[in-house]
């Protein structure tokens, strides 16, 4: 079956860092989204990317979708300690239903 | 407009106890989906259900089940719990099927002892 990857698993960074996770999948994906989950919240959606090589930016976040679509990026500018959460990857292959990634945990020291 | 919304949000159960969770997805959403999340880990799938069809089923065993209802609303059935059946369980509704943003409820925070 299809098998989903996050790096890292866990990120502290100091306020005002930059921070990067990654998705990466085994098989070749019709789409990608990105969620985020705060400390004893629910998963909230932050975008979905369907088309090889896309780029898109919410204010300090900017999410890319590889080339072949089996792995993507989410980038997080001057982190502010709002950013905390985990983020998820949600992979989605032709036809099937999503899987999500174990997720990045990000933690951001005042 | 409401967001999804679960019920009951915490519950207790013994090994060997059923229990039935309950969604409500957004209004005009017609797919709910099941997912299970054990404490430090990502959603894993339990179900799909679109127009009241069962339309994905992730690896879980057949003491999971799930039914929609015509007014879209599901029901997520667990029997002869195992103690490591204890997660959160949360559902998400899209407007249609396949490929859609799925918009997360609270969660159901079920613990067996």
């Known amino acids: 079956g299809q098998q989903v990857m996050q790096i890292p698993q866990y990120q502290h960074v100091q306020e005002g860092e930059d921070f990067t996770t990654y998705c990466n999948s085994s098989?070749?994906?019709?789409?990608i989204q990105w969620y985020k989950q705060r400390p004893g919240g629910h998963p909230v959606f932050l975008i979905q990317?369907?088309?090889?090589?896309e780029v898109k930016k919410q204010k300090r976040l900017t999410f890319q979708f590889g080339e072949a679509k089996k792995n993507s990026s989410l980038h997080i500018t001057a982190t502010q300690t709002t950013d905390v959460g985990t983020y998820f990857c949600?992979?989605?292959?032709?036809?099937?239903?999503?899987?999500f990634g174990p997720g990045t945990r990000l933690s951001v020291l005042p | 407009d409401a967001g999804v919304t679960q019920s009951p949000t915490h519950l207790i159960k013994t090994r060997g106890q059923h229990v039935t969770l309950r969604c409500s997805p957004i209004s005009g959403h017609k797919s709910v989906s099941w997912y299970q999340q054990v404490l430090g880990q990502g959603p894993q799938f339990i179900f799909q259900y679109y127009e009241k069809e069962e339309r994905g089923r992730g690896n879980f065993p057949d003491r999971f089940s799930a039914r929609q209802f015509p007014n879209y609303s599901s029901e997520l059935n667990v029997n002869a719990l195992l103690l490591g059946d204890s997660a959160l369980y949360l559902c998400?509704?899209?407007?249609?099927?396949?490929?859609?943003?799925?918009?997360f409820g609270p969660g159901t925070r079920l613990l067996v002892l």
């Open positions: 949600a992979a989605q292959g032709y036809g099937q239903n999503f899987v």
């Open positions: 098989t070749t994906l019709s789409n």
């Open positions: 998400a509704s899209s407007f249609l099927s396949l490929g859609e943003t799925q918009y």
């Open positions: 990317l369907v088309k090889s090589g």
